[in-house]
Antibody
Framework: QVQLVQSGAEVKKPGASVKVSCKAS????????INWVRQATGQGLEWMGW????????GYAQKFQGRVTMTRKTSISTAYMELSSLRSEDTAVYYC???????????WGQGTLVTVSS | DIQMTQSPSSLSASVGDRVTITCRAS??????LNWYQQKPGKAPKVLIY???SLQSGVPSRFSGSGSGTDFILTISSLQPEDFATYYC?????????FGQGTRLEIK
């Protein structure tokens, strides 16, 4: 079945970087965009950006420009989201999701909790 | 950026009730509107895509309507498993944006 499996929880100190992986299976990885969405505890969904696994093209929400990098390794059908200069406000569950502009997100990964604390 | 506004923010209802949740876009988004259900500790799950198409495997008591700026999610007869938070999402243009969510609680 089509699924996205993310890497495990991370604890980081302020100022550090985190890299979350998202492994796709059950479909052609290069055929669909991958998006990243985050959710702070008790809060709503916030879109961070998208990446085309085929071309490597990316688009980021302005809020994260300069701090986020989305990449992929097609040989292992895996997408990555790296967020740098972490601060406490970045503590959230980070999701990857297949889909994109003009489409819908399905499926979603199970989520990765990133905790930023000194 | 396109702002998505859902109402109500929270709602109490009983099993068997008919429930509607509305979503308004700050500008026309044609039919590029999706609805998601999220349960605590779980990832969101798509229910309705492009305003009115029912995702495979989703019960037919869920339906969506609307176009342009105003959209509605309807649950025709609430079941116990439907108590969750619902989000609308526009994918008409980037940045992709979500509504703030509607928390559906048991009365």
């Amino acid at each position: 079945q089509v699924q996205l499996v993310q890497s495990g929880a991370e604890v980081k100190k302020p100022g550090a970087s985190v890299k979350v992986s998202c492994k796709a299976s059950g479909y052609t990885f290069t055929g669909y965009d991958i998006n990243w969405v985050r959710q702070a505890t008790g809060q709503g969904l916030e879109w961070m950006g998208w990446m085309s696994p085929n071309s490597g093209n990316t688009g980021y929400a302005q809020k994260f420009q300069g701090r986020v990098t989305m990449t992929r390794k097609t040989s292992i059908s895996t997408a990555y989201m790296e967020l740098s200069s972490l601060r406490s406000e970045d503590t959230a569950v980070y999701y990857c999701a297949r889909g994109g502009s003009g489409s819908w997100f399905d499926p979603w990964g199970q989520g990765t909790l990133v905790t930023v604390s000194s | 950026d396109i702002q998505m506004t859902q109402s109500p923010s929270s709602l109490s209802a009983s099993v068997g009730d008919r429930v509607t949740i509305t979503c308004r876009a700050s500008q026309s988004i044609s039919s590029y509107l999706n609805w998601y259900q999220q349960k605590p500790g779980k990832a969101p799950k798509v229910l309705i895509y492009v305003a009115s198409s029912l995702q495979s495997g989703v019960p037919s008591r869920f339906s969506g309507s609307g176009s342009g700026t105003d959209f509605i999610l309807t649950i025709s007869s609430l079941q116990p498993e439907d108590f969750a938070t619902y989000y609308c999402q526009q994918t008409y243009s980037t940045p992709i944006t979500f509504g703030q969510g509607t928390r559906l609680e048991i009365k």
